[in-house]
């Protein structure tokens, strides 16, 4: 298993526009930045609320419930350096039948850093893209929903944006750790 943290931000089986508008915005930014700090409203916080972004650690154990089985195998992540400081929170079992994660903060009087994946890992604020390594994404949940002309396309368009933002960082095939050539992929 490759040695970096990864954040990914789409846990759907879709990879379209949303991920390059995404990716785009970070690499604009040059940094991976908190809700509060991109100016979303508290509404708009997700389980790790308005100041933390979350990471999934590639080296921990991914049983059914993890970062690496939700959103890492589903879709873009970006690759970060281990020697980025992070939090380890705290690890909750959450019965989400019964639970939403509002109501499991105060249903345990949860203070300080949880996290319901066993593999997550936390940044406050934001994540310099001075710690990319690299973009790692699944060739073959691609190939399942996607022609190969269109990955070819898709591909492409992350290289541009890599090249645009000069960063020389590679695309890894997450099914096998490869680095995917940025031309001819298939």
């Given at each position: 298993?490759?040695?970096?943290?990864a954040?990914s931000?789409?846990?759907?089986?879709n990879?379209?526009?949303?991920?390059?508008?995404?990716l785009?915005?970070?690499?604009?930014?040059?940094?991976?930045?908190?809700?509060?700090?991109?100016?979303?409203?508290?509404?708009?916080?997700?389980?790790?609320?308005?100041?933390?972004?979350?990471?999934?650690?590639?080296?921990?154990?991914?049983?059914?419930?993890?970062?690496?089985?939700?959103?890492?195998k589903?879709?873009?992540?970006?690759?970060?350096?281990k020697?980025?400081?992070?939090?380890?929170?705290?690890?909750?079992?959450?019965?989400?039948n019964?639970?939403?994660?509002?109501?499991?903060?105060?249903?345990?009087?949860?203070?300080?850093?949880?996290s319901?994946?066993?593999?997550e890992?936390?940044?406050?604020?934001?994540?310099?893209l001075?710690?990319?390594?690299?973009?790692?994404?699944?060739?073959s949940?691609?190939?399942?929903?996607?022609p190969?002309?269109?990955?070819?396309?898709?591909?492409?368009?992350?290289?541009?944006?890599?090249?645009?933002?000069?960063?020389?960082?590679?695309?890894?095939?997450l099914?096998?750790?490869k680095?995917l050539?940025?031309q001819?992929v298939?």
């Amino acid at each position: 298993m490759l040695k970096y943290y990864a954040h990914s931000f789409n846990k759907t089986d879709n990879l379209m526009l949303l991920d390059i508008t995404k990716l785009e915005e970070i690499l604009k930014n040059g940094a991976l930045l908190s809700r509060r700090k991109l100016g979303l409203s508290e509404e708009e916080a997700l389980f790790n609320g308005m100041d933390y972004i979350s990471l999934c650690d590639l080296e921990k154990n991914h049983p059914k419930n993890s970062a690496y089985n939700l959103y890492v195998k589903r879709g873009l992540s970006l690759l970060f350096d281990k020697e980025l400081k992070v939090i380890e929170p705290d690890y909750i079992y959450v019965d989400y039948n019964t639970l939403g994660s509002i109501d499991m903060m105060h249903y345990y009087g949860i203070k300080g850093r949880y996290s319901d994946l066993i593999d997550e890992v936390q940044v406050k604020d934001e994540v310099s893209l001075n710690y990319l390594r690299g973009i790692m994404l699944s060739l073959s949940r691609m190939q399942y929903y996607y022609p190969d002309e269109y990955i070819e396309e898709y591909l492409k368009v992350v290289s541009y944006l890599l090249d645009k933002y000069r960063l020389d960082i590679p695309i890894i095939n997450l099914d096998n750790e490869k680095v995917l050539k940025k031309q001819n992929v298939l």
